[in-house]
């Protein structure tokens, strides 16, 4: 901990935790710091009482405390985070009722672009939204540092219960955790813990047994490319940073029949949904790059097994590499049995700093700044508006959308999750534009539905037949 002086008053402040620097790593290497924007919004169709609702947002920031985090930058450029007791901004309202819909998205859109003051000043913006068609909600732009997609959820649904139970009387939601604890812990298993110290040898293990192989999201050209201009025809790695972050998101909307011949498939199997993602990314990646059998992904993970972890808000993810080798011969349920042993073993890992191994596996393999063996990272959010154990509300329809900042530092981040609506499977690609198309988003799209409908048709098929029929 450290204390320092703001405007006359004593500030005690923490350092960052592993998930914080990811992100604080990433701003510092980009010149455009909207990077780390999140924007979402969440609208009702229902009449609001906007003064009832201002009031419940007021009431889950004093809930939440790390909606009130500010951060500060030490002389010797160190950043530190702490909180503030409460919030006094005003929390604006936006009636977009006599806008096209569309408009009043790409006006969101834009806000979403603008970036934070990043020292001793709000990391979120709230602001109470009229749409069309009888929507009404809030748009929410947050700062990465400070929540994540799990953190974002959980501060909507507050809201909403605290609204709840002004407006109908239903049961006030149970208190939130400490986020100040929750970090506290991360800070004391850093600190030189028999903890850390396992899960660094782990790691090192792991980045020492063999070299992995880059498989990209759209063929082999990009490694086959580098190859020729660096004249190593054995370059396993693959350069992925860019000059030119401006980034989209193409959103693809699996039908609720179709999510739900998924989600079944889950459940009678007693399979993730997560682990079955990653199934099907991982085969279409070998598919994409000559029936590749060595291929990583970028998981999600998102640190989140404890009541104090998954109520505390803040930002926990961490993302490590899930590397597989399938023979053709495997099995589609052996394949998928065989994430899920992997998925267990990086569970149990999890907290190790990615920022530590990254570094570590480049010094050992001699990679250059940029490269990676990863093309794509893969999340998973099973949280959902409609899932009737977390929300106490009455059954009204809901939409939500998640909005671009126009940049990202990675070629492609696949994001799915449930939509509010009808629990379907949204499919979100962020994407930059100097590394793929929005035509090559559908194509890749469009394979990942063909695996994983093909494997879980008959799951006893070997991947070498899948990747025949596909």
């Known amino acids: ?54 009031e419940s947002i007021y009431e889950a920031y004093i809930r939440n405390e790390a909606m009130r985090l500010r951060f500060h930058k030490d002389d010797d450029g160190t950043v530190y985070q702490y909180l503030v007791p409460f919030e006094e901004r005003e929390i ?25 003051e990043r020292f001793h000043s709000p990391m979120n913006r709230i602001v109470m939204i009229k749409l069309p068609d009888g929507f009404n909600g809030i748009y929410m732009k947050v700062d990465h540092m400070t929540m994540d997609s799990s953190s974002i959820i959980s ?28 970090l506290e812990k991360d800070l004391a298993y850093e600190a030189g813990s028999k903890a850390f110290e396992r899960d660094h040898t782990f790691w090192m293990e792991e980045i020492q047994s063999s070299e992995p192989m880059y498989t990209d999201f759209t063929g082999m050209g990009r490694l086959l490319t580098q190859r020729r201009e660096n004249n190593n025809p054995n370059q396993r790695s693959a350069m992925v940073v ?53 291929v990583s992904v970028k998981s999600c993970i998102s640190r989140r097994g404890t009541l104090l972890e998954k109520n505390s808000g803040g930002t926990r993810i961490h993302f490590f590499p899930l590397r597989t080798i399938m023979e053709p011969k ?25 920022i530590a191994y990254t570094r570590e596996r480049a010094k050992y393999w001699n990679l250059q700044p940029g490269a990676s063996y990863e093309s794509v990272s893969l999340t998973y959010q099973p949280m959902s508006m409609r899932d009737p154990n977390a929300l106490d509300v009455p059954d009204i329809p809901y939409k939500s959308m998640w909005y671009t900042n126009g940049v990202a530092a990675q070629p492609l981040y696949l994001t799915v999750m449930h939509r509010v609506e009808d629990n379907g499977l949204n499919f979100h690609f962020e994407y930059r534009k100097d590394a793929v198309t929005e035509h090559e988003m559908e194509y890749l799209y469009y394979y990942l539905c063909r695996v994983l409908f093909c494997g879980i048709e008959n799951y006893e098929r070997t991947i070498g037949e899948i990747l025949d029929i596909v």
């Open 1 to 54: 901990m450290k204390e320092f002086m703001l405007n006359g008053v004593k500030i005690e402040a923490y350092p960052l935790n592993s998930a914080q620097r990811i992100h604080n790593y990433s701003v510092l290497y980009c010149p455009y710091h909207q990077l780390l924007n999140i924007g979402t919004g969440l609208y009702i169709k229902q009449e609001v009482d906007f003064n009832l609702l201002r």
């Open 92 to 116: 604006e309202f936006r009636d977009f009722s006599s806008w096209r819909e569309e408009d009043a998205h790409e006006e969101m859109r834009c806000w979403t672009k603008v970036p934070f």
């Open 155 to 182: 501060f909507d649904k507050d809201v909403l219960e605290i609204y709840c139970s002004k407006r109908y009387g239903i049961k006030y939601p149970k208190p939130l955790q400490s986020y100040i604890k929750a």
């Open 242 to 294: 860019s000059n030119d972050p401006e980034a989209a998101i193409s959103v693809y909307k699996l039908e609720k029949e179709p999510s739900e011949q998924l989600m079944q498939f889950c459940a009678d199997n007693h399979v993730p949904m997560g682990s079955l993602l990653l199934m099907g990314l991982r085969t279409v990646l070998s598919k994409f790059n000559d029936n590749e059998k060595d």
């Open 330 to 354: 495997m099995t589609f349920m052996e394949g998928l049995n065989l994430i899920q042993e992997k998925l267990n073993r990086l569970f149990r890992h999890a907290n190790y700093d990615p």
